[in-house]
């Protein structure tokens, strides 16, 4: 299957002057109806039209008059109504979540169900205009991608936008990222999902919804109740594609977080929306007993060896690089497109291949979530080719336990901070291969780290057992909000000392979204059902001190290319430092060190207490920044190091201020 010149991606509905042309793959059906209706909100079809198979398992209909809006939807085998796969704009509400209270308060359906939501039909959407995207192109080590949440970013308090809550009202935020330092924003899911879906065994509250979007119902459509344009059959892409094209003129790429581990039907109890009833054994993977297998935690997984199912994925990417102008993609649970079509890892998946071999795609970043739920962890030993980069949770719990438990031995530190070289050395991509983060959307947030020992989680409705039940956090003396003005201090220090590690390591560094204002989600660690001001950004309650000294980390990132770095250190171009001249203990316990990289120098001080450090007396050293607060500058031949601080100095006879 290949991508016609039309701009649709493979077996999207074709309208024409005449008519349009419907399509769909379904191998085992007997007979496959086309159902038309006289409206989106229609009840029942207005019109069926049977289809004729191919010797491709392909089943085509030519209907004369319909035209771009029409809603529709196949059916198999007589059976009830299915949403098409190929679909790139689906019906529905227009209002997302809470934004709708009658829809909130609608019962939702228990057990196996099919198409629940009548109001979801695929529709029928004209051409999209061409476009030449002029894409930002950043080099990879220069690249700070910022994870954010395109409803949470603009609906809550002070976002002073138009549009909130919409891929419109983001785009109203440019200005705020350039002032940040962002070059890259990396969204939360926006394939088309539905957040009303039913949550079984579950005693929640109602008006928890699926937040975050990791269950998608189409590989193709953006979410409708993202745009604010949700009326019109193609507002959402033609918003959405409005977005990137601000981004772009703005210097910024944008990535989306894509699902293709598993979809929203779920297991056997599941809704049946689509690809069930058309292709189940081409799409998911199944037991010796027919049962799906389910290594996404979410009920079922892809079968992304297999071949039709294969395409069916790298046509979405082609539609969201090439039309929708998507910079990349970082996969959910990437470990699942590395496996084989039995569903067993492969150091030779087919997709994971096709995606580093495709023209197509060749100017696309790609990310992979190396793990998955199914036991399979390949950070360090992903299979893709040397573009790729790969989420490093390493990274985050060795830099965690080095700042707030004080565990990790200075070897470990040194390594997260230098590219991770002990992982990806044999991956051929140098430091950039590394995506480094100390939080994301799956976790606490940067301030709830350092506030809180354990999860708090009972709002989700799951008594709660669900997140991450060992998150590396401590709460420096008081769980959750204080006065305690000593405990404060502390964490500022521990926030102050996880941001600048991550800002300043080699590597490409992630931020989530409102860490450098301190939202907080009051210790909840796995807030993917919470839509309202738990997850949304709060505008008017902005760390502000916080904020700019996460400005100055970016400014010195951007100031000196010796942070940024293709290749990995050789030890001809590094120095090593420790307090007391000799070798830095890397394997013993907690210790103060440094490294100098041309023109600049980087001095860690884990201990509770200050440190005298010697400095190479070659070079006028200034300081920089440090997490301290009260940092002394360096003196002609040393500088006292502060409590518990990360220090960046640079020789101020020239060397080191280089973009």
């Not at 979410?298 to 079968?303: A, M």
């Not at 350092?450 to 060992?470: P, Y």
């Amino acid at each position: 299957m290949t991508t016609d010149n039309s701009g649709l991606p493979g077996l999207a509905p074709r309208p024409g002057e005449d008519g349009t042309l419907f399509r769909v793959r379904s191998p085992g059906a007997r007979t496959i109806e086309l159902q038309l209706y006289e409206s989106a909100t229609s009840d029942g079809a207005a019109r069926t039209v049977a289809a004729d198979r191919d010797e491709h398992d392909v089943w085509s209909v030519f209907v004369s008059g319909v035209t771009h809006g029409q809603s529709y939807t196949w059916s198999r085998d007589g059976g009830p109504p299915l949403l098409d796969p190929f679909a790139v704009a689906v019906s529905g509400p227009t209002k997302f979540g809470c934004d709708d209270p009658t829809r909130l308060a609608l019962p939702r359906p228990t057990g196996p169900a099919v198409n629940s939501d009548a109001r979801k039909k695929s529709l029928v959407v004209r051409e999209p205009e061409p476009v030449t995207w002029q894409r930002p192109a950043h080099r990879r080590e220069n690249l700070v991608i910022y994870e954010l949440h395109v409803r949470g970013f603009t609906r809550g308090s002070g976002a002073n936008v138009e549009f909130p809550g919409t891929y419109r009202g983001l785009a109203e935020k440019i200005p705020y990222l350039l002032h940040l330092g962002i070059n890259a924003v990396e969204l939360l899911p926006v394939f088309e999902f539905d957040e009303m879906e039913p949550r079984p065994g579950i005693a929640a509250p109602t008006d928890l919804v699926n937040y975050w979007g990791y269950n998608p119902l189409s590989w193709f459509a953006p979410m409708r109740r993202f745009a604010a344009d949700a009326e019109r059959p193609e507002g959402p892409i033609d918003e959405f594609r409005a977005m990137v094209a601000a981004f772009h003129a703005a210097g910024i790429e944008v990535i989306v977080d894509v699902v293709f581990n598993h979809t929203a039907e779920g297991d056997a109890n599941g809704p049946t929306w689509h690809h069930r009833a058309l292709d189940d054994r081409n799409t998911y993977v199944h037991d010796k007993k027919g049962r799906y297998v389910d290594h996404s935690g979410c009920g079922n997984t892809v079968r992304c060896a297999r071949s039709a199912t294969c395409e069916t994925i790298l046509e979405s990417l082609h539609w969201w690089h090439v039309q929708l102008g998507i910079d990349g993609f970082r996969f959910d649970l990437a470990a699942i497109l590395a496996r084989d079509d039995a569903g067993a890892e492969t150091d030779a998946p087919p997709l994971i291949r096709a995606m580093d071999n495709d023209p197509a795609l060749r100017e696309a970043r790609l990310i992979a979530e190396p793990w998955d739920a199914g036991g399979s962890y390949r950070v360090g030993r992903w299979p893709g080719g040397a573009r790729w980069a790969e989420w490093n949770d390493r990274f985050r719990d060795d830099v965690r336990r080095a700042w707030l438990l004080g565990e990790t031995r200075p070897g470990v530190l040194a390594r997260r901070l230098t590219g991770s070289h002990d992982l990806f050395a044999d991956a051929g991509a140098g430091p950039p291969r590394s995506l480094n983060f100390v939080t994301a959307h799956d976790g606490f947030t940067l301030s709830d780290s350092v506030s809180f020992d354990k999860r708090h989680n009972d709002a989700n409705g799951e008594a709660g057992r669900d997140g991450h039940a060992h998150e590396v956090s401590a709460n420096h003396g008081s769980e959750g909000p204080t006065d305690d003005d000593a405990v404060i201090k502390r964490r500022d220090i521990a926030r102050r000392n996880l941001v600048a590690t991550l800002l300043l390591a080699h590597g490409t560094p992630m931020m989530l979204m409102g860490d450098e204002s301190g939202r907080t989600q009051r210790g909840n660690n796995n807030a993917y059902c919470h839509d309202g001001p738990l997850t949304w950004m709060d505008w008017t309650e902005a760390d502000k001190e916080f904020h700019g000294f996460v400005r100055d980390l970016l400014r010195a990132r951007r100031n000196h290319s010796e942070l940024r770095r293709r290749e990995f250190l050789t030890d001809r171009e590094t120095t090593w430092l420790s307090a007391d001249g000799e070798s830095p203990p890397w394997n013993g316990e907690a210790a103060a060190f440094a490294y100098r990289i041309g023109g600049i120098l980087l001095a860690v001080n884990p201990l509770d207490q200050d440190v005298e450090f010697p400095l190479p007396g070659d070079a006028a050293w200034k300081l920089v920044l440090s997490t301290a607060t009260d940092q002394h500058a360096p003196t002609t031949t040393g500088i006292t190091l502060s409590t518990s601080s990360l220090t960046l100095l640079h020789d101020a006879t020239g060397c080191a201020a280089t973009r």
